[in-house]
């Protein structure tokens, strides 16, 4: 069986291994939780919830977790979920003033609670691409969730949805910005999504992150 972890210090990691649990798929999955290098080195797969990400990163430190996170998510597929994002992001603005520790893996910077302080939470109908049912649409829960600013012109970001510019948080409704209406994207084995599918019934993102970057890449290797 294929082993995928869901990081479990701190957010919504719970949830995650609930919807991981419900999916019906060829090659059977195993969930487990990961507080400690060990827990991640039985792996093949990885989840990183959302939650708070300047938290995330200081329990990983605590944990030892950091260095073995970098060398895990060059080797294997990761799915970031807002805070989780931030994590796996190259850059991050609104951070704290001394900086905020990121693993990186993907293209991508991005802004913490970028919808501005007003925004705390939405929610919009998302239609995602290469998804299980691709014309039902996807409830996006967006909660202090990241925006993307941008990603290297790279053709090897695949965008899989994007916020329709009329559902836009007022913030960001004027900015006639490409980037920003990005909320899933893929880079090769890695999946980043701005909100939260865990937070839905709905598994059809972990079913898309099992089926395309996680058995791809077992195969491959
Ligand atoms: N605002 C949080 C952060 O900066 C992310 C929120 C979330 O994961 N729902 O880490």
């Given at each position: ?6 990081l479990a210090?701190?957010g919504?990691?719970?949830e995650?291994?609930?919807r991981l649990?419900?999916l019906?798929?060829?090659r059977?999955?195993v969930?487990?939780?990961v ?13 990183i919830p959302?939650g ?11 944990a030892?977790?950091?260095e073995?996170l970098?060398?895990?998510?060059r080797?294997?597929?990761v799915?970031g979920?807002?805070?989780g ?10 951070a ?6 990121l693993l990186?893996?993907?293209s991508?910077?991005?802004a913490r609670?970028?919808w501005g302080s007003?925004v705390?939470?939405f929610?919009?109908a ?6 299980r049912?691709p014309t ?7 909660i ?10 790279d053709a090897s970001?695949q965008i ?6 009329r559902l836009?948080?007022e913030?960001?409704a004027d ?7 990005v909320?899933?994207?893929r880079q ?7 909100f939260?599918p ?6 059809r ?5 099992a089926?395309?970057?996680v058995?791809?890449?077992l195969?491959?290797?």
């Open positions: 069986s294929v082993t995928i972890g869901v210090l701190q919504a990691f719970a995650h291994q609930k649990q419900s019906r798929l060829k059977p999955i969930s487990i939780l507080k400690t290098p060990d827990d991640l080195q039985r792996c093949d797969a990885l989840i959302g708070e990400s300047t938290t995330i990163a200081l329990l990983a430190r605590l030892g977790l950091i073995p970098k060398e895990f998510i080797n294997k597929p799915w979920t807002c805070a994002a931030i994590l796996l992001s190259q850059s991050v603005t609104g704290k003033k001394d900086g905020q520790e990186g893996g993907v991508v910077d991005i609670n970028g007003q705390e939470s929610e919009a998302l239609e995602v691409k290469g998804l049912e039902v649409p996807f409830t996006g829960i967006f202090r969730a990241p925006v993307v600013l941008g990603f290297a012109p970001i899989l949805a994007r916020l329709p510019p836009l948080p913030p960001l900015e006639n910005d490409d980037a920003r209406t909320v899933a994207l090769g084995k890695h999946l980043l999504t701005t939260h865990e937070l839905t019934q709905d598994d993102f972990h079913d898309y992150f089926r395309k970057c058995f791809p890449t195969l491959a290797s």
